[in-house]
């Protein structure tokens, strides 16, 4: 198959409720990234916080021919990261290989859970 997608990616709204009922699946958000290709892609996410420029990188890590990889915003343990909760960030994704970029957020709102999905901006 085809490289699908571009190299470049960037998700510009992301935001992570901390209200979080009891029992209840808590808000999060995740990042797909699907590789179409026939060559493993080494990916690069960089986390930039609010308005203060400050930002934060992911060790690069690889998604390989015709897979996907899911990020929960919520669980990067695995490379020393604890994204805050309320409060806006968003993140830039380069990729060595072109991929396919899918981002979704889940949030408690009044009780009730509100879900979309968005395919995020990208270029090469």
Do not use: C
Request: hydrophobic share 35%.
């Amino acid at each position: 198959m085809k490289e699908l997608g571009h190299t470049f990616w960037v998700i510009p709204d992301m935001y992570m409720k901390s209200d979080v009922q009891s029992g209840k699946v808590p808000s999060h958000e995740s990042v797909s990234i699907f590789n179409s290709g026939e060559v493993t892609a080494l990916v690069t996410v960089t986390l930039v916080y609010g308005t203060t420029g400050d930002s934060r990188e992911l060790s690069p890590f690889n998604v390989y021919p015709f897979q996907s990889m899911q990020l929960r915003m919520d669980k990067l343990e695995k490379w020393g990261i604890e994204v805050p909760r309320n409060s806006p960030y968003s993140a830039i994704i380069r990729s060595s290989r072109k991929v396919v970029v899918e981002y979704a957020r889940l949030n408690w709102i009044d009780g009730l859970y509100q879900s979309f999905g968005l395919i995020p901006y990208g270029e090469d």
